[in-house]
């Protein structure tokens, strides 16, 4: 038996895509567990580019199965368009499930998103406007379509009609915005409803079979930990559980089949949206790092923030999500730097913090306590072995594991498949 949990351990975007991607070849199954069309995952083979929004990351090898598992909310026009794309592109791609438990985004989701963010003025999230809150509040409201709704036109056409008649009150009379027609929803679902019909199962029971006949399953997180609905930056953060225990009530498994969660980190830090960033260089030296990493959004294309590492937030995202391996990617970026910058401790009012503090007000307080570490000028894009990265460059990654507690297992130094150092394998 091996279960292997992949997150994000900072605030998303880290190179999940590309390690699953990788990762993929040794699994049996993939598994998306939470978040929805928010995520935006970016698959390099050669010089094709896969950005993947729902579908997990290992749909590009034909002998595997991908899952959508419960926890996801799903987007149908999104999921098909994607299906369609991909299908067009490479042929025969992964056997694809989706759980019949996952719950549907509907157009008044993307719409009331907007809007919510729109009256919050200054005060908004900056989300990606997918309508991955306003799905997921719905689902805590008991009042979600959930796909197995979907794909029943009678029971479909009550639940609509039951939510939309909620929603057109909130547009109208607190928005003031048109209501939303019944009718041209319910048929445009439909149509939704009988291409996803043949996907449809019981996903829990598909991956029991799994762990039980001893396969290995690679579970995908999107976003990121400090993303997280309990344990991120609230309330900038999304509405899903990112950490590794998201998997277990976002797939329908429990916790003695997870045997490692990798954390995926950038060697320095990005965010996108609005939330304190205490490492955010607003300077040239963020704008270099943008630059180099290419660093705007796969999913809205915004411009992300950019900042050296901070270990105390990596050092949480090992406690909250019970790291056992880090995965530290695009180290290629930091090639060039006189010297680089480690985050170890906060400064708040002139007390040395060490933890990532509980109170969201005191972190938007805190100021970075820097280290400084040689940099590097060499091109790492084309090493093969961690032995022969510059040796500044392998101080740079032996510091992160000192600073956190948590072996690096996987460096990765560039987009592509083959630009993967491995030091200790997973499966
Ligand atoms: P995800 O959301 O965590 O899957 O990450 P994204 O795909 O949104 O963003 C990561 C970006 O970095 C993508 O464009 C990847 O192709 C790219 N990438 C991944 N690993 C590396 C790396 O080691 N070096 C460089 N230069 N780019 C990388
Ligand atoms: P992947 O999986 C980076 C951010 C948004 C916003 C906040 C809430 O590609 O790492 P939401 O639309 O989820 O309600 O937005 O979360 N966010 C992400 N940032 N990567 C992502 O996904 C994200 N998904 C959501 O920018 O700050
Ligand atoms: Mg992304």
């Known amino acids: 038996m091996a279960a292997v949990v992949l997150v994000g351990a900072q605030w998303g975007d880290e190179g999940k895509g590309k390690l699953t991607d990788y990762l993929t070849e040794k699994a049996d199954m993939v598994v998306r567990y939470q978040g929805g069309n928010n995520a935006g995952h970016t698959v390099v083979v050669g010089t094709e ?26 987007d ?13 592109r490479i042929g025969k791609h992964a056997r694809l499930l989706i759980s019949s438990n996952a719950h549907v985004i509907m157009p008044y989701h993307r ?5 919510q963010e729109q009256s919050l003025g200054e005060a908004k999230i900056g989300t990606t406007g997918r309508g991955i809150g306003p799905a997921y509040m719905d689902k805590t409201a008991r009042t979600g379509i959930r796909v197995s709704d979907l794909i029943d036109p009678e029971l479909f056409a009550e639940k609509l009609k039951n939510n939309l008649a909620g929603k057109n ?53 999107a976003q990121g930990i400090l993303l997280d609905l309990d344990h991120g930056t609230y309330p900038y953060v999304t509405s899903s559980h990112p950490t590794a225990g998201g998997a277990c009530v976002g797939a329908g498994i429990g916790p003695s089949c997870i045997q490692r969660v990798l954390g995926v980190a950038k060697a320095y830090t990005t965010r996108v949206g609005e939330g304190p960033f205490p490492t955010e260089l607003t300077d040239e030296v963020g ?35 019970g790291i056992s391996d880090f995965a530290v990617t695009k180290l290629d970026v930091l ?14 009012q002139g007390e040395r913090i060490e933890e990532f503090p509980q ?30 990265l510059p040796v500044a460059a392998q101080a740079y990654i032996q510091r992160m594991e000192e600073l956190t507690g948590i072996p690096v297992s996987i460096v990765t130094i560039g987009p592509e498949r083959e630009q993967t150092l491995i030091r200790h394998s997973l499966f």
């Open 76 to 88: 149908p026009a999104i999921l098909l368009e994607e299906i369609h794309s991909l299908t067009q």
């Open 49 to 74: 580019e896969y950005k993947l929004h729902l579908i997990p990351s290992g749909i590009l090898y034909d002998n595997k199965v991908c899952v959508i598992g419960n926890g996801v909310v799903l």
């Open 111 to 115: 719409l009331l998103d907007q809007l």
């Open 359 to 388: 109170s969201q007000k005191i972190f938007a307080q805190c100021e970075p306590m820097y280290e400084e570490l040689p940099g590097w000028q060499e091109d790492l894009t084309q090493i093969q072995r961690f032995e022969d």
């Open 287 to 321: 704008d270099l790092l943008r630059r180099n990493g290419r660093e705007f959004g796969t999913t809205t294309g915004r411009a992300r923030r950019c900042g050296w590492f901070d270990s105390v937030i990596a050092r949480y995202s090992g406690r909250v999500s």
């Open 335 to 348: 090639s060039g730097f006189e010297r680089l910058k480690i985050c170890v401790a906060y400064q708040y």
């Open 169 to 221: 009150l909130v547009l109208t009379k607190i928005f003031a915005v048109p209501p939303l027609e019944y009718e041209e929803i319910y048929q445009e679902y439909l149509t939704y409803a009988d291409e996803l019909r043949p996907f449809v199962t019981d996903t829990s029971l598909e991956i029991s079979k799994y762990i039980r006949a001893e396969r290995r399953i690679l579970f995908e997180g």
